[in-house]
């Protein structure tokens, strides 16, 4: 589904514990890039690869990673080795160790196969790809978890720092958030940016009061 000019969330349907799940990876493309942001569970190589295709016209040749959860890096491996042509990969520093296979990741204690990562992210960031991405660091939900703002279509791409619902943002769920102040914390951030739309991992796109109902997340209301 397109969002705007050069934006958009495709879906992916994932049985997980016997209950299907709904996880929206985001495209951002221009003439010279596709970036895709997170990968699903594994097994969703060609889903990701139709309908990047599909909104993008062009081919994907980055991705990043917002955290180093199951269900955000688990197609890399599969996206990254089943692909002709070079895809560069770029993650903040605390992720790179779990993305390369170093070490476990902290909720399921898998050890991913390892994928090099390209490019190692910071704080503050503004990657100079299709109209500008900024990095946020955001932890809480776990240590590493990073944010991104799309500053060509003022849409923030929150990985799972916050959720949606039918439209409406939420807080990060709190049964798979590690440590919830600092997330509702990290929550704060949003509010240095001029943000029009925002994209949930969980749940998806959000257009509606957006700015004011994350300052209403953040004073806990």
């Known amino acids: 589904m397109q969002v705007a000019e050069g934006i958009g969330i495709i879906e992916l349907r994932s049985v997980v514990n016997n209950h299907e799940m709904i996880f929206r990876p985001t495209v951002i493309w221009d003439v010279t890039d596709v970036i895709l942001i997170d990968t699903g569970y594994p097994g969703r190589l060609k889903a990701i690869s139709d309908n990047v295709a599909k909104l993008s016209k062009g081919r994907l040749t980055k991705i990043i990673i917002t955290h180093q959860d199951y269900d955000h890096l688990g197609s890399l491996f599969e996206i ?79 990985g799972d720092a916050l959720t949606a619902d039918q439209g409406q943002l939420h807080d990060p769920n709190p049964i798979y958030t590690l440590d919830m102040e600092q997330a509702k914390q990290s929550i704060s951030r949003f509010l240095d940016y001029d943000i029009d739309k925002v994209i949930c991992f969980h749940g998806g796109i959000c257009k509606d009061h957006v700015k004011e109902t994350i300052s209403a997340l953040v004073e806990g209301k």
């Open 80 to 158: 990254i080795n089943g692909s002709n042509h070079k895809i560069e990969v770029f993650a903040h520093e605390h992720t790179k160790p779990y993305i390369q296979g170093e070490i476990k990741l902290i909720k399921t204690g898998v050890t991913v196969p390892g994928i090099q990562v390209d490019h190692t992210l910071t704080d503050g960031q503004i990657l100079p790809f299709c109209g500008g991405i900024s990095v946020i660091f955001t932890p809480g939900h776990t240590p590493d978890h990073i944010s991104l703002y799309h500053h060509a279509t003022k849409t923030l791409i929150t």
